[in-house]
T-cell receptor
Framework: QQQVKQSPQSLIVQKGGISIINCAYE??????FPWYQQFPGKGPALLIA?????SEKKEGRFTISFNKSAKQFSLHIMDSQPGDSATYFC????????????FGTGTLLAVQP | DTEVTQTPKHLVMGMTNKKSLKCEQH?????MYWYKQKAKKPPELMFV???????INESVPSRFSPECPNSSLLNLHLHALQPEDSALYLC??????????????FGPGTRLTVL
């Protein structure tokens, strides 16, 4: 119940294409769903996040779609660029006092020029 | 200032050494975190401090000893580590746990190698 399942493990997209990464969870105690982007040798950086009472959130080329009934959420990167090549982690946060994040297994995205 | 800083960037230590990792933030955050990240894996939570008190210890071996001297600083003391402890150690901070918008901001990490 603590797991967040993420797919695909790796993804190759052509420049200008759409990158889609999917995550699924079981625990209804999760109340916040951030996506982090991590470049090699760097710490994860928050990309975009959503709450379960919102079905979609868009920031620039990045969009989160959230399906509460299916317990699934996804990241869409529009007009993918080589600079987007990185590892992407979805995460889910337990509500309440702990602010504990459970991370997905990560997706290595390569955008080919 | 919206960043979390960590020192050193790289650390190589023997199994009998004692060393410390340091983390600092000046965002007024009252929750700070230590994570361990192995290659091609997600970060794994080790410890959480909330208002300078240890609130979560994810069953981490005692050879890792966290310390939070004040609201801006977080240390991780290392002693008698094993080669399998080699990893990227990440520090993060957030507003006090719970509530809205408690995004965790991560530092760049310390790359630790245990020989």
């Amino acid at each position: 119940q603590q797991q967040v399942k993420q797919s695909p493990q790796s993804l190759i997209v052509q420049k200008g294409g759409i990158s889609i990464i999917n995550c699924a969870y079981e625990n209804t105690a999760f109340d916040y769903f951030p996506w982090y982007q991590q470049f090699p040798g760097k710490g994860p950086a928050l990309l975009i996040a959503i709450r379960p009472d919102v079905s979609e959130k868009k920031e620039g080329r990045f969009t989160i779609s959230f399906n509460k009934s299916a317990k699934q959420f996804s990241l869409h990167i529009m007009d993918s660029q080589p600079g987007d090549s990185a590892t992407y982690f979805c995460a889910a946060r337990y509500g309440g006092a702990t602010n504990k994040l459970i991370f997905g297994t990560g997706t290595l995205l390569a955008v080919q020029p | 200032d919206t960043e979390v800083t960590q020192t050193p960037k790289h650390l190589v230590m023997g199994m009998t050494n004692k060393k410390s990792l340091k983390c600092e933030q000046h965002m007024g955050h009252r929750a700070m975190y230590w994570y361990k990240q192995k290659a091609k894996k997600p970060p794994e939570l080790m410890f959480v401090y909330s208002y300078e008190k240890l609130s979560i210890n994810e069953s981490v071996p005692s050879r890792f000893s966290p310390e939070c001297p004040n609201s801006s600083l977080l240390n991780l003391h290392l002693h008698a580590l094993q080669p399998e402890d080699s990893a990227l150690y990440l520090c993060a901070s957030s507003q006090a746990s719970g509530g809205k918008g408690n995004v965790q901001f991560f530092g760049p990490g310390t790359r630790l190698t245990v020989l």
